[in-house]
T-cell receptor, first 115, second 110 residues
Framework: EAQVTQNPRYLITVTGKKLTVTCSQN?????MSWYRQDPGLGLRQIYY???????DKGDVPEGYKVSRKEKRNFPLILESPSPNQTSLYFC??????????????FGAGSRLTVL | DAKTTQPPSMDCAEGRAANLPCNHS???????VYWYRQIHSQGPQYIIH???NNETNEMASLIITEDRKSSTLILPHATLRDTAVYYC???????????FGTGTRLQVFP
């Protein structure tokens, strides 16, 4: 089944303890992206990647890192999490964005709480 | 990227058509209109997209005005399972960013 898999789905952690949220897709998609969702603010893009070794900042990149060493994986790294990063996170992927119309496939989400 | 404006909420009776409007007055010629929906806190789900012509698929119809400054998503026979937040997004041909906004919360009632 074509899908985007995120782990963990739920995580409670403490301020300053580094964590990684993994994202993997099995559709050979070039484009991958991370979003966070907070009440009243909709979905905001954190980082995106057009292809392997190519990443770029979205609208809210502060406090996050990403890497794209393999086509299928796009982990989101919080080096020193803070309570304002408590949020619902979504990973998404699609075929090459420059090829016209494209459809994003989203993961199920990862709910992160930073105490 | 063009911005979109949607009403924050709408109601619809089960079995009736749900018409969700979206304004994108600054859209440019090569920007597509996409619709996604999010049920509760699940990952957003693609519904439909279009450039200039009206589009229909098994889920919905998309009506784009001739000047392309607005569009309407139509769910022809809304069910309780269609209760969700619906996002209208405009994306350029060579743009990598996708700006979702806050969407329209559609409540389908019995």
């Amino acid at each position: 089944e074509a899908q985007v898999t995120q782990n963990p789905r739920y995580l409670i952690t403490v301020t300053g303890k580094k964590l990684t949220v993994t994202c993997s897709q099995n559709m050979n998609h070039e484009y991958m992206s991370w979003y966070r969702q907070d009440p009243g603010l909709g979905l905001r893009q954190i980082y995106y990647s057009m292809n392997v070794e190519v990443t770029d900042k979205g609208d809210v990149p502060e406090g996050y890192k990403v890497s794209r060493k393999e086509k299928r994986n796009f982990p989101l790294i919080l080096e020193s999490p803070s309570p304002n990063q408590t949020s619902l996170y979504f990973c998404a992927s699609s075929g090459r964005m420059s090829s016209g119309a494209n459809v994003l496939t989203f993961g199920a989400g990862s709910r992160l709480t930073v105490l | 990227d063009a911005k979109t404006t949607q009403p924050p909420s709408m109601d619809c009776a089960e079995g009736r058509a749900a018409n969700l409007p979206c304004n994108h007055s600054t859209i440019s010629g090569n920007e597509y209109v996409y619709w996604y929906r999010q049920i509760h806190s699940q990952g957003p789900q693609y519904i439909i997209h279009g450039l200039k012509n009206n589009e229909t698929n098994e889920m919905a119809s998309l009506i784009i005005t001739e000047d392309r400054k607005s569009s309407t998503l139509i769910l022809p026979h809304a069910t309780l399972r269609d209760t969700a937040v619906y996002y209208c997004i405009v994306r350029g041909y060579n743009t990598d960013k996708l700006i979702f906004g806050t969407g329209t919360r559609l409540q389908v009632f019995p």
